[in-house]
């Protein structure tokens, strides 16, 4: 098995939508879905939404029905190119005799090929041998290449390379009620005799989308003339020519497309600068050999390889590429953010949640500069956040729970159970623990890059405005002399209230608690980091008084955390009131109870009674946290920690749990790797499935889940290698599993790169000479310096 | 005099539209100008641009006619607020009798307001208060005051609050035949009772311009109610409504006003974010505070103090100001670069030329996040500029001499002479120098800041590639065995080719030629800053073999440089067989000969023929480097360089000078610093009068001249004090002329902040504690260290 290619070697139309989501071509700016492109539009939908998500907005009357779905910006079909023999059919995969079939995903070069042999109805066989890429060092070209090769016949081809504005979103069964057709005509034409364009723009944002395509033919690799019929209608446009095959001889089509979008930078106008970009732009084999070497430098800062097992290293390639392709360097100069499903999935409407506390850790060890512009997205929208947090009658600034283009709350009022077919009120946007994601991820990229500059700019304003907010969603309890934080979420869904309760929202939720402990202390860190000018300006800009900050210490040290059954910690308050769940039960009646929520509400009862929970909660704390760092933050709250209780508690919540989110997973991979190194490994294993084996039966074809994949590749890379950034220092402990005999990577700390290189006996560590600095290193509780250029050797079997 | 202050005491109708580009009021975002508020919008023009120029670009058909002029970004004018006395003329400064008028621009706080008695034809007497700004803080808002306190008089006031999009460009006259209208009207309404909104699109990159306008009455302080009139029109909209005013009894009309464009980040749709805007927009007061804190915040930083000098301090902070509100950190998230006459002067379009080689050392040193950004504006057009070396048989990357949207060659082919009614060939195009400005800027950004990441993604592409196009600029010459630089123009527009030839431009100008050679050599330098791996993938990404770097080194050594006259560099080979030319003649015939070519060519003579140069040329090396730089570079280039050739070609070339350019005198007060003192301050104190005084007679009111603004704050920042950046190292060598009593600043160089306090006879310089690094700093040649919190002192006077 090739580790650097998914492959199928057969055609199965079932699996058709599923691996159309796997094998996404994009390159952070724009994406393309579809495996057959020529295939009608109308069959099957590539929507390849390409901006920022959000401009999709569920709002619904008093009644509870939907009434407005805004837009979610996509882009016209552009790999939609038809052929059929003169008077024959168009070429169907469904409709023909399949004779050899084999697809491969070539990740090392970004390309995505196919090769059919088949018989049509007319006893003609031909080879059909298709080629394509989203350029990933040139963010608004793409290019698709055809090749038919008739095997027992000559005769005219008739061809149709078009463009389609009209198509629909229509990925995910339960948002059919909402509008699926976000884009207007605006104009449409022939620019040269081989180049037309297509010009729309979105419903509501009224953001201009342009596409142009260049179409040529080949024979035998000389390029010919052909007579172009132009085909236009509103939102479409084609060109259709005839081509005269000869038996055995190859005929190539080849299609070169350029995007550009009202927003873009560095243009005049979208349509003209599409026309534009392909009059400069040379044939398929020019720009894929500029792509492929883009790819080809990514891999080698951004691999990660194992050794001795071919699939596991093809799957974390794979999630490696998607994390690629969602965000890259093209995506610095557009305001978005990473969405939970990627650009291509429709699923969640491409908006924003918290999953980017699973994927910026990549990001920040491999392309800063990235991770940089990402969190920007959310200092954009750090005012419409202190809005919301004044509205909501808080201080500071509330980010919401779904983000989207101007950063109000996205999140659905209602939502669908398929089950029941009932809409019920979602109280989802009460997860305020979104807030201290987004202080971890600006902390973890200081600590990683040691920017001061965004920091002073940036990243301290809106880490003390998030601590800010969760100060003030804590509340003092005079009888127990205890800071409380009520009604609010955690990132466990099957629980939004207590039982029989009116209201929504859960009382000291531990993980929300302890972040928020966490988040004060981070940004008391972050105030003492500035110089003492900045920090005046910066605390009279937000108003932001000495008692005040003196108030977080009084929080820090007395903030409540629930204990139950010695030593468990309460997912929250009242937890351990609830009925233990009849596991054994539901999985025989059911099979899947992945989505329990669902299935308990169609039987007229909720999650809300039982101690199950869709995913880890309590457990996030130790998937954040080292047991060191714990122990200190209880330490500061006034509880005794004992490190003993973490596996008591992993056991005692791994029991308890459906495993209904994919990131799911990856957090109880992480938490077991110290202390069950084979039932981590094993867990790892299931959470490489998620996408590529679909195990939630469904969900990946509405789009692959990226933070669950960005979370199995750190496990390799911060959980089994023990990496941790605290202190100005980085740290090393690594605890590999058995399965996983060597570990290679190479991450960049604080401007220098490190080649990191583990067996289950030793820890390698080579540092770059790029900045003149000697770099802390901490293993096992003892500091070592390594100075540019130099090589430290770990024996960690002991 | 206050020094903060820009302040007129009197009306002087002939001295509005110089006062009223004086007193612009922006904040790198949105700029607005007129002193006349209550003017109607066809009497005086606010174009406001606020976006990069070069949304225009000027096309001529075969016969030489204007045929098209594209978009230059406006916005509405939004201070149009007329109010009359009922049945009364609407209030109009030219037809009142003006009883006492006060215009003061506060620069600490960025309000300009005016106070105005006046009687009117029915002898009513009343007092008008104006006051504005716009909003630093919040890119988007600005925010108008009028009080009106009639003195002798009661009775009903009508009041007219609009915004007017059917405003036209017509600040320049010469560009009169253009097209001058560059707005559509899109929609407009009224979204809350006191708010009303417009929407507007630009013509041809259909830009979506938003703005909306909240107007609330005051009556002694207390929010009145008023009955509000619709007034629509396409493309204009205002709310018309009646007050009772009372004798003596102050009225106030608060105006908040938000802008929005459809390529800002963060919103879903220009107008509806708008109105969202301003229904979380408290009033004048509350906005004021705020913005006036920003200003604090940024003069801290931001201010240059001399001693004993107020009307020099006051056009100090005048050009700062200036600087500060063209670009601050509400730019960083636009693509812009620095236009050469600020967003509000019509002139040149908002076109980006190379005075960003006088603006970027000031900001450097102050705000590097945001040089970092409108370096970017360069490294987003690279691709744009590659096509155009192409296209004219070069390799690497050839920038144009004037950019804008898409970064094209935006440079007119015809310009008029006003004073002989002819379109005549402009060939400054060939102004090829601009490319070595850009290179310069990115390396004295990184010199500055250290900044590896940028360099490593950005910063050294650009070099490389600027570098390859220089050097395939050069020819190599046999017979002499030189490298030369054939048919390009230098800075000096006055020649733009040999008398009586056919073809434009110049051999072997002496700043390209040089300017080549520094490029080349710190494109090498640059590439030995990058870690191997990344040295190598970009070298490989342009396809620039070593072979091609072997070859800058030969072009290195090898580089012509002409003299003449003993010591003499000749601004062009040739340049010394061109006639001497007969100043004291013409300046007795005309008086200004600062526009000699027009003169000139009006008589059917040229500028070409003379030993005539409208700005520095030559003597621009003297200004970029200092005598041992420039010894190196010639030593390098093989050829002697004895420092004492510094004054003769200062004399030679002063002589020789019009200074038709408001640079020239920047440049020429520099390079006598070290030689002249006195002569160097009083060229000093004329540069600064400039725009103040108009001292080109008629330029300014077409727009202030940024790049001369930013240069005479320079002189003070790194000529007086001798800073410079080279080896990694702060150099310092202050030489203040006998006019300078006291010269303090602040510069943040490579992450620290240093405080640098200069007398005649000591210098003292202090490290802030920011980042914990030891900066090495250069004292006449010593190396001295200076850790963070430490203070050193130098004795200057020997």
Not at 302 to 307: K, L, R
Request: glycine share 6%.
């Amino acid at each position: 098995m090739n580790n650097w290619t998914l492959l199928y070697e057969d055609f199965k139309p079932s699996m058709e939508s599923l691996r159309e989501a796997l094998c996404t071509l994009g390159n952070g700016y724009f994406a393309t879905r579809g495996t057959s492109p020529e295939s009608e539009a109308d069959e099957i939908h590539y929507p390849g939404t390409y901006l920022a998500g959000g401009y999709n907005r569920l709002k619904t009357d008093i009644a509870g029905r939907v009434v407005e779905n805004e837009d979610l910006v996509n882009m016209p079909n552009w790999l939609l190119t038809k052929f059929r023999p003169e008077g024959g059919d168009w070429f169907n995969l469904m409709t023909v005799d399949i004779l050899s079939y084999r697809q491969e995903l070539n990740m090392k070069e970004g390309i995505l090929s196919r090769t059919v042999r088949f018989r049509d109805r007319q006893n003609r066989e031909t080879t059909l041998i298709q080629r394509r890429f989203v350029h990933m060092a040139n963010m608004h070209l793409a290019a698709l290449e055809i090749t038919i090769i008739p095997e027992n016949w000559s005769g005219r081809i008739q061809i149709l390379s078009a463009m389609d504005g009209t198509i629909i979103n229509a990925g995910v069964e339960r948002y059919k009620q909402l509008n699926s057709k976000h884009l207007a005509p605006v104009k449409s034409g022939k620019a040269d005799n081989d180049i037309i364009y297509l010009l729309v723009e979105t419903n509501q944002s009224h953001i201009r989308v342009a596409e142009a395509a260049r179409t040529r033919v080949y024979i035998e690799g000389e390029q010919i003339e052909v007579e172009r019929k132009p085909v236009e209608e509103p939102g479409y446009i084609a060109q259709e020519f005839f081509i005269e095959a000869v038996n055995n001889t190859p005929v190539t089509i080849e299609k070169i497309v350029s995007f550009y979008a009202s927003k873009d930078f560095a243009i005049s106008e979208p349509a003209q600068d599409a026309v534009e970009a392909l009059r400069h732009t040379g044939n398929f084999k020019e720009l894929f050999e500029r792509h492929a070497m883009e790819w080809n430098h990514l891999w080698y800062k951004c691999d990660i390889q194992i050794a001795d097992n071919d699939r596991t290293q093809m799957i974390l390639r794979l999630h490696i590429f998607h994390m690629l392709q969602t965000v890259s360097r093209n995506s610095i100069d557009l305001d978005i953010g990473v969405p939970a499903r990627g650009w291509h999935g429709e699923a969640y409407r491409g908006h924003i949640f918290w999953d980017e506390l699973f994927i910026f850790p990549y990001l920040n060890l491999r392309i800063p500069v990235l991770t940089r512009a990402l969190l920007l997205y959310r200092y954009r929208r750090l005012n419409r956040s202190r809005i919301a947090a004044q509205e909501a009658g808080f201080r500071g600034a509330l980010y919401p729970w779904q983000s989207g283009s101007d950063g109000r709350e996205e999140t659905q009022q209602l939502h669908l159970n398929p089950k029941s077919g009932r809409w019920l009120p979602d109280n989802t946007h009460l997860q305020r623990h979104v807030n201290a994601a987004i202080a971890y991820n600006v902390w973890q990229y200081f600590e990683t890059t040691e920017d001061l500059e965004f920091m002073a700019t940036y990243g301290t304003e809106m880490i003390l405005e998030i601590a800010r907010f969760l100060s003030s969603l804590t509340s003092y309890n005079r009888e127990i002399d205890r800071y409380e934080i009520l009604g609010v979420m955690g990132p466990d869904e099957y629980h939004d209230k207590y039982p029989d309760a009116e209201k929504p929202g859960l009382n000291n939720n531990a993980y929300t608690n302890v972040m928020t402990v966490w988040v004060l202390r981070t940004a008391i860190k972050a105030l003492n980091k500035l110089n003492p000018k900045r920090r005046y300006d910066l605390l009279e800009i937000i108003g932001l008084e000495k008692t005040e900050i003196g108030q977080w210490q009084d929080i820090i040290h007395k903030m409540k955390v629930v204990f139950h059954d010695d030593g468990i910690i309460s997912q929250f308050e009242g937890y351990n009131e609830l009925a233990e769940f009849d596991w054994d039960g539901y999985i025989k009646k059911y099979g899947d109870i992945q989505r329990l929520d669902r299935i308990l509400e169609a039987e007229g009862d909720t999650t809300n009674r039982y101690k199950a929970s869709k995913q880890a909660d309590v457990l996030m704390l130790f998937y954040l946290f080292s047991a060191e760092e714990l122990h200190e933050l209880f330490k500061e709250m006034g509880y005794d920690f004992d490190p003993q209780i973490i596996p008591k508690n992993i056991e005692y919540y791994l029991k308890r749990c459906s495993n209904g989110s994919t990131l799911s997973n990856i957090v109880l991979s992480w938490v077991l790797a110290r202390s069950d190194r084979t039932g981590s490994w094993n867990i790892f294993n299931k959470a490489l499935e998620s996408d590529i084996s679909d195990i939630q039966g469904g969900t990946t074809h509405e789009g692959i889940h990226l933070g669950a994949m960005a979370g199995t590749v750190d496990i390799l890379q911060q959980c089994y290698t023990g990496i941790a950034f605290c202190d100005e220092m980085l740290h090393l402990n690594p605890k590999i599993p058995e399965g996983l005999q060597r570990l290679m990577l190479k991450i960049k700390y604080r401007g220098n790169w490190f080649d990191i290189n583990i067996t289950p006996d030793a820890l390698a560590i080579t540092s770059s000479k790029e900045r003149d600095i000697i770099t802390k290193i901490c293993f096992r509780e003892k500091i070592y310096e390594i100075k540019p250029g130099d090589t430290l050797n770990f024996d960690i079997k002991v």
